[in-house]
T-cell receptor, first 114, second 113 residues
Framework: KAGVTQTPRYLIKTRGQQVTLSCSPISGHRSVSWYQQTPGQGLQFLFEYFSETQRNKGNFPGRFSGRQFSNSRSEMNVSTLELGDSALYLC?????????????FGPGTRLTVT | DQQVKQNSPSLSVQEGRISILNCDYTNSMFDYFLWYKKYPAEGPTFLISISSIKDKNEDGRFTVFLNKSAKHLSLHIVPSQPGDSAVYFCAASASRGNTPLVFGKGTRLSVIA
């Protein structure tokens, strides 16, 4: 079956702009998590959605937001972009809202803020 | 404050030998641990996990050891193969997996033929 897909794969934005990233989970998976990966900080948890509800949120400013649709697809939005937001944004899906379950990651969206 | 630490940013190993990747954690509430492998331009893929009720879990060439008293876990790959060259992330969760994963910064493994 198809894996987790993320669009776009690459994005270049200017400081102050906003951006929306999209994630389509594996069919049947209802839990979607988002992570930010930077060289200095590794993978950091952003938020997790299950059945359209945010269940967990990481330690990121309110400029980072997300949502999940009824078909389990998820989007994350970053407003008022800063240079430090340049990173690889990874989406992961799993069957259940339990991090003990195996999470399947997408290839990520590489965001560059100039 | 880094709760999961992978102190070796990189490791080089000869093909056929054992690769040992280490991970330390500080949060005593962590009770579930996972290893992920990441190739360039791909997302991480799950490798192996271990619950705190065990001290060892084996899956083919991959074995994870957990030393709770030392708050230390390690991933052993035997024998190492060139295809194992990737970045390996250690991750931990509390409440038997009910809290978000906390990742280490990763160790880049290079297996030399």
């Amino acid at each position: 079956k198809a894996g987790v897909t993320q669009t776009p794969r690459y994005l270049i934005k200017t400081r102050g702009q906003q951006v929306t990233l999209s994630c389509s989970p594996i069919s049947g998976h209802r839990s979607v998590s988002w992570y930010q990966q930077t060289p200095g900080q590794g993978l950091q948890f952003l938020f997790e959605y299950f059945s359209e509800t945010q269940r967990n949120k990481g330690n990121f400013p309110g400029r980072f937001s997300g949502r999940q649709f009824s078909n389990s697809r998820s989007e994350m939005n970053v407003s008022t972009l800063e240079l430090g937001d340049s990173a690889l944004y990874l989406c992961a899906s799993s069957l259940a809202p339990d991090f003990g379950y195996e999470q399947y990651f997408g290839p990520g969206t590489r965001l560059t803020v100039t | 404050d880094q709760q999961v630490k992978q102190n070796s940013p990189s490791l080089s190993v000869q093909e056929g030998r054992i690769s040992i990747l280490n991970c330390d954690y500080t949060n005593s509430m962590f009770d579930y641990f996972l290893w992920y492998k990441k190739y360039p331009a791909e997302g991480p893929t799950f490798l192996i996990s271990i619950s705190s009720i065990k001290d060892k879990n084996e899956d083919g060439r991959f074995t994870v050891f957990l030393n709770k008293s030392a708050k230390h876990l390690s991933l052993h790959i035997v024998p190492s193969q060139p295809g194992d060259s990737a970045v390996y992330f250690c991750a931990a969760s509390a409440s038997r997996g009910n809290t978000p994963l906390v990742f280490g910064k990763g160790t880049r493994l290079s297996v030399i033929a």
